[in-house]
């Protein structure tokens, strides 16, 4: 079974954003993750080759960082990797370009199934879907429980209030919802051997893509980051007199009441 799982590197959760001079968010100081949620991509990829044999292919979008997150994938037991590193998609950076760059990638590896996470924690950037239009084939989101049968499929996923269960044909994509199961860490000697697995980086000529056909959608006029919050109030006195200050404040500054 060919199991193909996309990755995308991201800051750490705890990470500081800053803006550097040119307007554009500085990465240079900050630690770079795998998106949570293609944790638990990658561990399902390696529970089902447990099961029925096969391989895990970790593919990424990004620069020449995003190699770390794949090697985390590979320490984790993945058994190669592929890095679509190339101007264009950088200049286009947004969910259509990667998309796009990512579909014709998965699809020189003939896989039987596709896992990711269900958002990337940056962005709020959600790909499966986008992904799996680009290749045709059927597509389900948050899953938490994934059965596979010969050529089929069934998956749990989350609806408003409760679950519901979906049968796809093979091949087909899958985004991972936390509770679908608990990624393994890396092992000492897990992350010994990912340094000699293969991972190969290609560009968009590389992959027979022409870069116009990555052409982003989304144009990014600039960031910026949140307005300071102001400090708290105290208000002291007796508790009747305080209660009556507070509720004057909230109706007359705060307008909550």
Request: charged share 25%.
């Amino acid at each position: 079974m060919n199991i193909v799982v996309l990755v995308k590197q991201v800051f750490d959760t705890e990470a500081k954003i800053v803006i550097g001079s040119d307007g554009k968010i500085d990465d240079s100081n900050v630690t770079l993750i795998m998106n949570p949620y293609d944790e638990n991509a990658v561990e399902e990829g390696l529970l089902l080759k447990e099961k029925f044999g096969g391989e895990v292919i970790a593919v990424s979008v990004g620069t020449d960082k995003a190699q770390e997150t794949l090697r985390t994938a590979l320490a984790m037991g993945a058994d190669r990797a592929v890095l679509v590193n190339d101007p264009a998609i950088q200049a286009a950076s947004d969910e259509f370009a990667a998309a796009q760059a990512l579909a014709k990638a998965v699809s020189g590896l003939n896989p039987d199934i596709i896992l990711t996470g269900r958002v990337a924690i940056d962005y709020g950037s959600k790909i499966s879907g986008r992904v799996a239009e680009a290749l045709g084939i059927p597509h389900v989101n948050t899953v938490t429980k994934l059965e596979i049968d010969g050529s089929k499929a069934v998956a749990s996923r989350e609806v408003d209030g409760g679950s519901e269960l979906i049968e796809v044909t093979l091949p087909a994509v899958f985004s991972a919802q936390k509770s679908l199961n608990n990624p393994r860490y890396p092992t000492v000697a897990g992350i010994m051997k990912a340094k000699k697995k293969e991972l190969k980086t290609a560009t968009l000529v590389d992959l027979g893509l022409d870069p116009a056909a990555v052409a982003g959608k989304l144009q990014i006029l600039g960031f910026s980051l949140p307005p300071a919050r102001k400090a708290g109030r105290k208000i002291d006195g007796e508790p009747a007199a305080a209660a009556a200050e507070l509720a004057k404040l909230l109706r007359g500054e705060a307008k909550v009441i």
